[in-house]
């Protein structure tokens, strides 16, 4: 293996060995059963460190492209047939019934809270900085300073390229199923998993969907099912569907793609709270993945920051984005302007950031059995 790592680069080291190495395995050049050599061996023929390389091994097996074997070593796991692949065991959580988060699920939440002296400085910045301009009506697609730093954002812990007009604000997830609805045409069926938030299914049903309930396995809806739906759009939470935990890793979120392409479909991406991974970066999406440009992906920051902040968003592929403005441009955006001007200084920033970073410190220490997280 001939891997190069510019030390005097901007960006970690680690994430350029990941990237070369993620290019080789879907590219076949690192096939499925093969073994990958020592982190010793390949940290001396790159000139990092061992703990770069397992820095590197980590997240390629967070995301299921290797798999580390005990006294054995690591090896390639990931392979094209896996988009069909057999049968998963199933979880038995599909019969639970549907809830609301529990006070559990809440408790969670405030330990992780966003720093509340941090969002009031930013405020205060914000009222100084823009003054009346707060009380002028925003951009119907949503404040263009957000719409900017979210691409930015979008680009730096995703790789997701875009532009700001591709981005859509709305005041939460739900509100932006809605459009999606009236952008994608008139009574579609749309597939969901099953068991999944209660909430996705009753707005679009609210909205006189036919939503499909697709059955979930240990790594995402089952091949069985998306095979006998009659759907040809899918709804899926990749990152750790709620109720049922479940995060799909990148064979099956490849599967969901194939599945969208043979059908010329089409699949919402809801990666809600996504970034409290407790991996060291952010899994890869399926909109990242996506060779053809049939993902909306969407995310909030109701979990990562607080409930009270309810903006979402949307990333709508090039052609759609064109479509809305056609469709759906004269909607009113339904985002206070100085929320969404706070939100941009906390992306421009690195206010959001940061706190990001602590709250997987947080629960890689918890999770490694430490007590104290701060």
């Not at 049968?87 to 939440?109: A, W």
Request: hydrophobic share 35%; glycine share 6%; net charge negative.
């Amino acid at each position: 293996m001939k891997y190069h790592v510019d030390l005097e680069k901007e960006g970690f080291a680690y994430i350029q060995l990941y990237k070369q190495m993620k290019k080789d395995i879907i590219d076949g050049v690192l096939s499925c059963g093969s073994k990958l050599p020592s982190k010793r061996m390949l940290a001396e023929e790159t000139g990092v460190s061992v703990i770069t390389v397992e820095h590197t091994y980590s997240i390629l097996c967070d995301e299921g492209y290797i798999e580390a074997r005990e006294r054995s070593g690591y090896y390639v796991i990931y392979r094209e047939s896996d988009f069909y692949s057999a049968e998963e065991h199933i979880n038995e959580f599909h019969d639970e019934p549907h809830r609301e988060p529990s006070r559990v699920r809440e408790h969670e939440r405030m330990k992780y809270d966003f720093p509340f002296s941090v969002l009031a400085k930013v405020m205060r910045k914000v009222l100084s900085d823009y003054g009346e301009e707060i009380l002028v009506k925003a951009p119907n697609k949503g404040c263009y300073e957000l719409r900017s730093a979210i691409t930015n954002y979008l680009i730096r812990s995703n790789g997701i390229m875009v532009v700001p007009e591709q981005i859509v604000i709305g005041a939460g997830a739900e509100y932006l199923y809605s459009l999606i609805v009236q952008l994608l045409g008139e009574n579609p069926k749309i597939g969901l998993e099953k068991p999944s938030y209660e909430k996705i299914q009753q707005v679009y049903e609210a909205n006189h969907v036919v939503c499909d309930m697709l059955e979930m396995g240990q790594n995402g809806i089952r091949t069985s099912e998306l095979e006998k739906t009659e759907a040809t759009i899918l709804h899926v939470t990749p990152f750790n569907s709620y109720p049922s935990g479940v995060t799909a890793d990148v064979s099956k979120r490849q599967e969901y793609l194939r599945w969208a392409e043979q059908r010329k479909g089409y699949i919402i991406e809801d990666n809600y709270a996504s970034e409290l991974t407790v991996s060291k970066k952010n899994e890869d999406t399926v909109f990242s993945l996506a060779k053809n440009e049939n993902v909306i992906y969407l995310n909030t920051f109701s979990e990562t920051i607080a409930p009270s902040m309810r903006i979402g968003y949307m990333v709508l592929p090039e052609h759609l984005a064109q479509e809305f403005d056609e469709k759906l441009g004269f909607y009113s955006c339904t985002a206070p302007v100085f929320e969404q001007l706070v939100l941009a200084e906390l992306l421009n920033n690195g206010d959001f950031e940061r706190h990001i970073n602590r709250v997987r410190r947080a629960k890689r220490k918890e999770k490694s059995g430490h007590t104290n997280i701060f």
